[in-house]
């Protein structure tokens, strides 16, 4: 299975900000949205990922300004990212490596999502339940 199949059920709709953003502006988003990171894009063009794991190298670099730097100051560049056609399995490997929580899916040079290794391993674990269900109704009905 791939991405695809998770952005299916997932949706496409990504909450991004821009490298000119103001970190203070980046990360009241995050808390709004409650999420963790977004991906940051500059002309349709996926440039870098901005994440918690940022703000807090970066005050600890800076202090309190650190909320003063616009988000291309202080985002991971280049974000490494997945295209839809890309195995579930591999990008849980992908993201086990390089010890990130989240991918973004690009699509012909666009976004067209966001996957979390949250969504990855809702999807591993559906996709054994079911297994599960499939083999106990074949012995039962066996």
């Given amino acids: 299975m791939t991405i695809a199949a998770i952005l299916q059920g997932k949706g496409s709709d990504v909450i991004q900000v821009g490298p000119t953003d103001s970190v203070l502006s980046a990360v009241r988003l995050l808390a709004e949205q409650r999420i963790g990171c977004v991906p940051v894009v500059e002309n349709g063009q996926v440039v870098g990922i901005f994440s918690e794991r940022d703000l807090v190298y970066r005050v600890a670099q800076d202090g309190p300004a650190a909320l003063d730097h616009s988000v291309g100051e202080v985002m991971t560049a280049p974000a490494i990212t997945i295209d839809d056609q890309t195995p579930i399995m591999h990008s849980l490997s992908l993201m086990t490596k390089r010890r990130i929580r ?13 996957i979390s290794i949250g969504d990855l391993v809702k999807y591993r674990i559906d996709s054994i339940e079911s297994e599960a269900a499939s083999l106990r109704d074949y012995i039962q009905t066996a």
Avoid: K, T
């Avoid at 989240?102 to 966001?114: F, I, R």
């Fill in 102 to 114: 989240h991918l973004p899916v690009v699509v012909d040079g666009a976004l067209a999502g966001m």
